[in-house]
């Protein structure tokens, strides 16, 4: 008898501690999951407020770029817990909401006062919305990114080069505000020997694997007057994605890569592109403001040698959107700590730290103070990207439409097959077999 | 003193059984020898079944439904055939088929020839053929992962030793050397990369089977006086034969499956004239989610290849045989 009250004490005994201890870690600890990069860097050291907050503890999973799609959508798609919180990037709303992978966050956001008009509009839908352009929000804004340039300011003031621009082109050699003017600078500079090296026209975006040349393409297609869809009646394609001027800007991007890049570029992306700037090899370099902190940081090309400029104009003037938005994980056992972690992260003082830090923030107040362009040499480039971008499908069937993209343009772009119209009549097949797949058309 | 491998083996039985709970024992002994030998191999069936066989066949339950992973909640539907009809007619699958065949044959056929004639000239014997064997290996012992990073820096035109040696030798500027970003040097380059790394693995095939035919075959076609090519042709290569076909089965169903170098090297670029099966099929399965048709595309491939390799074993058993 002893001996069987002994046994029902431990078993008791093992259970209340076995099911207490998930409670304790509720309370203790949060896992927050990103892509590896400068600003989860700066995530890390701005966090350690909220512990010293609130107690809670801040773990951080952390995944390089070139996996961080596969992992993290895997672990959202497997219903994992390894993520309280995600930093999940903004393709992935569409699907990541209708699939229930994200907590709405509309009636915490009613209960804590926290208002999506304090917020860049553009981040918001970019970033929170689904289905865009209506009031339901399943991410508060959290890191602003677009695509810009930086540029070599300290060849651009060569006296003898400008010299030798204005002669040859008839204005001065300085950042560019239309396509046609970037075209001149990397032609100028492509193939010229500066300091005893030679030198290139500019870096783009080319990669084949993953989203890269989508996201450098369609800087470019927006600007001549591509649109995704017709605005009057979603889905219908034909006349928009392959419009006259899309091919156009479908050409110049072709004409930019074949005139104007250095040897070997055929699969270039984020990395690949500060790594030519870095390495002085390209007087312009096309890439996400997220590296701008970086650069300007870097001993060889940074400080007075960078300059930063948003994407240029031509019949529209639009830049594409990166950056992510910080949502809760539905599969959460610590939601509620989960979500005050983003009441916290919303707070204008918290924000304008994290923008110090080398996060880009996405708050009116921080972006619009007065004294914000001066805050940092690449704000003003920033603010002026961010007031003009426009983002990729963000359905849930995104990665097939980011697929066909990818597959149709390089096989433009790069490996020079067929036509620019063939590359956008191939999209728009493509891309209404997905919709058709998916119920829409 | 020695003591018996028998000696041992009564040893470590009379331990065991010493240490078997006699509840257990008891019921042990009533058991006959082929239920003890099911016994011992249930536990490695299970595990075969568990992560082998049951895959498949959820794999070809899948391939008939419109399932997608990323939506587990929606409602999962029978679709007939219509997945299959829908990778057969996709000409972007056939074009990766076609891609891949073109990698499968030169790869083999260049690692097969160079292999060969390495596995030839090392069973020569000479002085230090030991060192140069363990050189030669060193490749197909490094990760793929490394071997794909190595070489797109060898291949970068700027920096890379590869299109510095192209253009030491043909005159041809290095900035013109684009092996990765040229349409029609894409596909070599990957096919260069993975023979340097795989050749020195048919070398060791083909060594064993070159060491396995025995001297006195040779002694007696000297006596004969057979030349030396005759020798070759006549005993070198048809002895080694079954050896051979043996490296082509296991490099064939392995660059079947190329994934890693290309996704490395290109990402299955230029456009897509890189883009092997294995690689759509990632695209299907894990980008896509399409989960349903992407399990049809594999289930395709596995027939592709399964009978393949069973036509092949087949001549391979024939040529042991003669």
Redesign the interface.
């Known amino acids: 008898m002893q001996k069987t009250s002994k046994a029902l004490l431990g078993l008791a005994a093992a259970f209340v501690m076995s099911s207490a201890l998930p409670n304790l870690a509720k309370a203790d600890e949060l896992t927050l999951c990103w892509a590896a990069w400068d600003p989860a860097n700066a995530l890390v050291e701005l966090s350690k407020d909220f512990t010293a907050k609130t107690g809670t503890q801040m773990k951080f999973e952390f995944v390089p770029w070139t996996s961080y799609a596969d992992r993290f959508l895997n672990e959202l798609n497997s219903h994992g817990k390894l993520c309280d919180l995600i930093i999940g990037d903004s393709q992935w709303i569409g699907g990541s909401a209708e699939n229930g992978h994200y907590v709405k966050l509309n009636d915490f956001f009613d209960k804590e006062g926290i208002k999506m008009d304090d917020f860049v509009p553009a981040t918001v839908v970019g970033y929170s919305e689904w289905p865009k352009n209506t009031p339901n929000y399943w991410a508060l804004p959290a890191m602003g990114d677009v695509v810009g340039w930086t540029y070599r300011k300290d060849w651009f003031e060569k006296p003898e080069l400008q010299k030798e621009f204005k002669a040859k082109y008839g204005h001065d050699l300085a950042a560019p505000k239309t396509y046609d003017e970037l075209k001149q600078i990397a032609e100028f500079f492509q193939k010229r020997e500066i300091d005893g090296k030679t030198v290139y026209g500019a870096s783009i975006y080319t990669e084949r694997g993953s989203e890269g040349i989508t996201m450098g393409v369609t800087n470019v297609l927006y600007d001549w007057g591509f649109q995704y869809d017709n605005p009057k009646k979603p889905y219908e394609m034909e006349g928009f994605v392959n419009s006259a001027d899309a091919v156009k800007g479908l050409e110049f991007y072709k004409s930019l890569y074949d005139c104007c890049t250095p040897p070997g570029s055929s699969n270039v992306y984020m990395v690949e592109s500060a790594d030519a700037f870095k390495s002085g090899q390209v007087a312009m370099q096309m890439n996400f403001a997220f590296t701008w902190p970086g650069l300007y940081k870097d001993e060889k090309v940074g400080g007075d040698k960078i300059g930063f400029f948003p994407n240029p104009a031509e019949k529209a003037h639009f830049a594409q959107l990166g950056g992510q938005g910080i949502s809760v994980v539905s599969y959460s056992d610590k939601r509620d700590a989960a979500l005050q972690y983003i009441k916290w992260f919303a707070q204008p003082e918290v924000q304008a730290k994290w923008w110090e830090l080398g996060g880009f923030s996405c708050l009116n107040s921080v972006v619009n103070a007065p004294d914000f362009t001066k805050s940092q040499p690449y704000a003003q480039a920033f603010l002026d990207s961010m007031a003009i971008v426009k983002d990729f499908w963000a359905e849930p069937s995104y990665a097939s439409l980011l697929q066909a993209m990818q597959k149709r343009v390089h096989n433009y772009v790069v490996a020079g097959n067929g036509t620019a119209k063939e590359a956008l009549d191939g999209l728009v097949k493509d891309w209404s077999d997905v919709f058709k797949d998916d119920g829409k058309i | 003193m020695t003591i018996s491998h028998s000696s041992i083996v009564e040893k470590a039985a009379d331990a065991t059984a010493r240490a078997t709970p006699a509840s257990l024992a008891r019921h042990v002994r009533g058991l006959s020898d082929r239920a003890i030998a099911w016994l011992f191999i249930a536990p490695a069936i299970t595990l075969l079944l568990a992560i082998n066989i049951f895959p498949l066949i959820w794999a070809v339950y899948l391939s008939f439904t419109n399932y997608r992973?990323?939506?587990?909640?929606a409602p999962v539907q029978g679709v007939g055939f219509g997945n299959y009809e829908r990778v057969l007619n996709d000409p972007?699958i056939w074009q990766a088929m076609q891609t891949t065949a073109h990698f499968v044959f030169w790869t083999i056929l260049l690692q097969t020839v160079i292999g060969f004639a390495l596995a030839y000239l090392i069973d020569r014997k000479f002085r230090g053929h030991a060192f140069w064997t363990t050189i030669i290996l060193i490749p197909m012992m490094l990760s793929p992962a490394v071997v794909g990073n190595f070489w797109r820096f060898l291949?970068?035109?700027?920096i890379?030793l590869f299109a510095y040696a192209v253009s030491l030798v043909s005159g041809i500027p290095?900035?013109?050397v684009?092996m990765?970003?040229n349409?029609s040097l894409a596909p070599w380059a990957i096919i260069i990369v993975d023979t340097w790394m795989w050749t020195p693995y048919v070398m060791l095939i083909c060594l064993a089977g070159l060491r396995s035919i025995p001297d006195y075959i040779y002694e007696a076609a000297e006596v004969d006086r057979a030349s030396p090519w005759r020798q070759f042709w006549s005993i070198t290569v048809p002895m080694a034969l079954p050896f051979i076909m043996l490296a082509v089965l296991f490099r064939g169903i392995e660059n079947f499956k190329m994934f890693d170098m290309v996704?490395l090297l290109?990402?299955?670029?230029?456009?897509?004239?890189t883009?092997v099966a294995s690689i759509t099929l990632k695209?299907a399965a894990?980008?896509?989610?399409?989960t349903g048709r992407a399990s049809a595309f594999a289930i395709v491939l596995f027939v592709a290849v399964f009978g393949l390799a069973n036509i092949y074993v087949k001549a391979l058993n024939k040529v042991k045989q003669r």
């Open positions: 992973a990323n939506r587990p909640n972007d291949y970068e035109p700027q890379g290095t900035s013109d684009q990765l970003g349409v996704t290109t990402g299955g670029g230029p456009g897509s004239v883009e695209r894990f980008e896509s989610w399409a």
